[in-house]
C-alpha cells in the first residue's frame, strides 16, 4: 500500500470520491509538545474507495480534499469527531456536515463514549489490530502495516456508518444525534482568540478586578502558547490562572510566591510578560472584565439531595431507553436543573426534556417517586 503524495493522485482519488453520498475521515496527528497540531496522515474512505494521504509529502496540494470537506452534497463521518475538525478549523475548511458515530453510539445504546475498536467488534464482529497504535506518524516512511492499521479506522467506519444509520432511523432516534452534530460544528468550540481564551476556563469568582486579570493572563497564556508553539499547561497551568487573579501580584516577588507557579518563576522569561498582563487588566478592570451573570443560588449551593436524586432518575430513564445517561444530562446539568426550574441547560429541551428533564421538574415538585423494584428502579407518580 503507498498513501498519496503528489497532488495529481489525490485530484484523482477526490474525483472518484465526491458523488458518493458519505466519506468516512480520520487524522493521524501529534501535539504532545506543540500547542498546533501537526497533521501526520489522512484517511478517507467511501463504500467503494480508500485512500491514506500523506499532508507531510513536498509539494502535495491538499486543496482538493480540503474542498470535499466542505462539499454540503458529502456527509462527512468521523468517530470522536472534535481533535479531527479542529484540524481542518486550523486548514480552513471546516467540514459540514458531519455525523460522529461515537455520539451516535450513545443514542444507540453502546454506552458512554464508546472507544472504535469496541464498536467494530459489537457492529461488525472484527477485531481491530492495535499492533500500530501508539505509532510516531511523523517519522517515514511508514511501514505497510502502519498505514494498513491507519487505513483499517476509516474502512471499517465506511462499513458500521450504515449500520449505525439505519438502526437510529428505525429507533427514531437520527433527529437527536443531528442535534448533537450542531454543536460539534459550532465555531465557537474551535475559537483559539486569545482574547476568548477565558471561556474554556471556569472562573470561581465575580469581582470585576478577578474577572479582569482572570481573563487578561488566559489570554497572555493563549498568545504565548501560539507564538511559542506549546501546550498551555507548559506556560501556566490552569489553576494558576485562579491564583494569579485572586491574588493579584503586582511584582516579581509577588508572583514568584503564588504556589500554583514553578519555583523562580518572577525570574524567568516568562515572568515580566504575565506581570505586564495583570497591570493592564487593573489599570481598566472594567474593560478587561467580561459581563458575566453571577449564579443565583437560594441558600448556598445546589441541594446535594436533589442532585441525588436527578442522578437516580437520570439513570432510571437512560435504561429504560437504552441511551447513554451523559448524552441525556451531566452532572453539572443536575445541578443547575436543582436550583432552577428554568436552567438554561440541553435537558430542559426537545427530546431531551421529554425524555427525562419534564419528569426532573416533577421529582423536584415531589409530583413523582423512586421505587426499587429488584435491581432497577421505577418511576412512579407520588401518592
Not at 511523523?138 to 474502512?155: C, F, H, I, K, N
Not at 428505525?170 to 482568540?193: C, Q
Amino acid at each position: 500500500m503507498k498513501p498519496i503524495t503528489a497532488t495529481p493522485d489525490l485530484v484523482a482519488f477526490c474525483d472518484h470520491v465526491k458523488s458518493s453520498p458519505f466519506l468516512t475521515v480520520d487524522t493521524e496527528f501529534m501535539r504532545e509538545t506543540t500547542y498546533w497540531p501537526k497533521l501526520c496522515l489522512i484517511q478517507a474512505a467511501t463504500a467503494d474507495h480508500h485512500a491514506v494521504i500523506d499532508p507531510l509529502a513536498e509539494g502535495l496540494d491538499l486543496a482538493p480534499f480540503l474542498a470535499l470537506l466542505t462539499d454540503t452534497s458529502i456527509l462527512k463521518v468521523f468517530h470522536a469527531a472534535r481533535q479531527d475538525i479542529e484540524i481542518f478549523h486550523n486548514l480552513g475548511a471546516p467540514p459540514t456536515p458531519i455525523f460522529d458515530t461515537q455520539v451516535a453510539a450513545m443514542a444507540a445504546g453502546f454506552g458512554e463514549q464508546i472507544a472504535y475498536d469496541a464498536l467494530v467488534r459489537q457492529m461488525l464482529n472484527v477485531d481491530v489490530d492495535k499492533s500500530s497504535r501508539f505509532t510516531d506518524w511523523a517519522r517515514r516512511p511508514l511501514s505497510e502495516a502502519q498505514l494498513t492499521y491507519a487505513l483499517g479506522d476509516v474502512v471499517h467506519l465506511a462499513a458500521l456508518f450504515p449500520k449505525l444509520k439505519q438502526r437510529l432511523e428505525r429507533e427514531g432516534r437520527l433527529g437527536w444525534v443531528a442535534e448533537e452534530m450542531t454543536g460539534l460544528t459550532d465555531p465557537a468550540l474551535y475559537d483559539v482568540a486569545p482574547e476568548n481564551a477565558w471561556k474554556r476556563l471556569k472562573p470561581r469568582r465575580f469581582t470585576v478586578k478577578y474577572l479582569a486579570v482572570f481573563a487578561s493572563v488566559a489570554a497572555w497564556r493563549e498568545r504565548t502558547a501560539q507564538q511559542r508553539d506549546q501546550p498551555r499547561g507548559r506556560i501556566v497551568k490552569d489553576d494558576a490562572i485562579d491564583e494569579i487573579a485572586t491574588q493579584l501580584p503586582t511584582d516579581l516577588d509577588a508572583l514568584s510566591r503564588l504556589r500554583s507557579l514553578p519555583k523562580g518563576f518572577g525570574g524567568s522569561r516568562f515572568g515580566p510578560d504575565l506581570l505586564a498582563a495583570v497591570k493592564e487588566a487593573l489599570a481598566d478592570p472594567d474593560a478587561w472584565a467580561p459581563k458575566l451573570d453571577k449564579p443565583q443560588h437560594s441558600g448556598g449551593p445546589p441541594p446535594g439531595a436533589v442532585v441525588e436524586l436527578l442522578k437516580v432518575l437520570l439513570k432510571a430513564r437512560a435504561e429504560d431507553a437504552g441511551v447513554a445517561p451523559k448524552l441525556i444530562a451531566t452532572v453539572p446539568d443536575l445541578e443547575k436543573i436543582a436550583s432552577d426550574d428554568h436552567a438554561p441547560v440541553a435537558a430542559l429541551q426537545g427530546w431531551r426534556k421529554e425524555l427525562f428533564g419534564a419528569d426532573a421538574l416533577k421529582l423536584k415538585r415531589g409530583e413523582l417517586a423512586l421505587m426499587l423494584e429488584g435491581a432497577r428502579v421505577r418511576v412512579v407518580e407520588a401518592q
